[in-house]
């Protein structure tokens, strides 16, 4: 058996980690997970920086991914395989949100001609579990597994604004925001206030904080005991819809989804 290094030792103490985890999964997800930080290939090197590992233990991690077909590499340089899609098809197919929200995100795209995504928060990101768009929309990138900051999208204050309050402040201790665009709110306090009105009026519009020339306006959808589990968005192109055309086109036939959404849901 594979000795733990010191601090993974101290950090499976730290955590109160039995002794059935596994420490080879976790780097080998680590490793897998790396390749969505930058784009394009990378090297042995790049991977072991950016997931923190000795470059054995990467090299390890890489030729069992690259073994079961989830990555590839030239010699130099690895990618990851169109296999990894598996995966996320695994979660679609097996969770019941996203076979009944990609139908509503499909007609309400139809309907008004905008792109319309659902997410879920994972950590300090919004990911993108239905996606629906007319072509001229489709962004690079955009679409079913895509990650935008939480702070500075709707779907994200949307999602922020259901957390209960201990759990909100924990995710502002450790926020370090960057301004995405321009216009990007960066001040903490300000985010806070974002997401308060948020929570108290239901719905969040953002105006080009998350991409240039984009609004978006989101709704939270709920399940049957009103938790939330997932927001819904529609975005548009500035020159096609001001501010408050997005609220009075749309906000309330996206409400009405939401409802319909979570008659569904069991």
């Known amino acids: ?18 002794p059935d985890f596994s420490e080879a999964l976790a780097r080998g997800l680590a490793v897998l997970t ?56 695994s979660y679609l197919l097996s969770n019941q949100i996203s076979t009944i929200l990609q139908p509503a995100c499909d007609a309400l795209s139809a309907e008004f001609g905008e792109a ?17 768009s007319p072509q001229r929309l489709m962004a690079a990138g955009a679409g079913i597994g895509f990650r935008v900051p939480a702070y500075c999208s709707a779907l994200g204050r949307v999602l922020l604004a259901a957390l209960p309050d201990l759990a909100l402040d924990r995710y502002f201790e450790v926020l370090m925001p960057v301004a995405v665009t321009a216009v990007t709110i960066t001040d903490k306090a300000a985010l806070r206030a974002a997401v308060l009105e948020t929570r108290t009026r239901g719905y969040a519009l953002v105006d080009q904080e998350a991409e240039s020339g984009f609004r978006s306006l989101a709704v939270p959808i709920r399940r049957y005991d009103g938790r939330v589990i997932a927001a819904m968005n529609i975005g548009a192109r500035v020159e096609r819809s001001s501010v408050e055309d997005m609220v009075a086109a749309h906000l309330e036939r996206l409400c009405a989804v939401s409802d319909e959404i979570c008659r569904q849901l069991i």
């Open 34 to 89: 790396a390749f969505g930080t930058e784009r394009g290939p990378l090297t042995l090197s790049d991977i072991a920086r950016l997931v923190d590992l000795p470059r054995a233990t990467t090299r390890r991690a890489l030729y069992t991914l690259t073994h079961l077909g989830f990555a590839e590499s030239d010699g130099k340089l690895y990618r990851l395989t169109p296999k990894v899609l598996t995966l996320a098809g």
């Open 1 to 18: 058996m594979a000795k733990l290094r010191s601090q993974d030792a101290a950090a499976r103490i730290e955590n109160g980690l039995g």
């Open 116 to 132: 319309v995504s659902a997410a879920v928060l994972l950590d300090d990101q919004v990911v993108m579990i239905a996606h629906a």
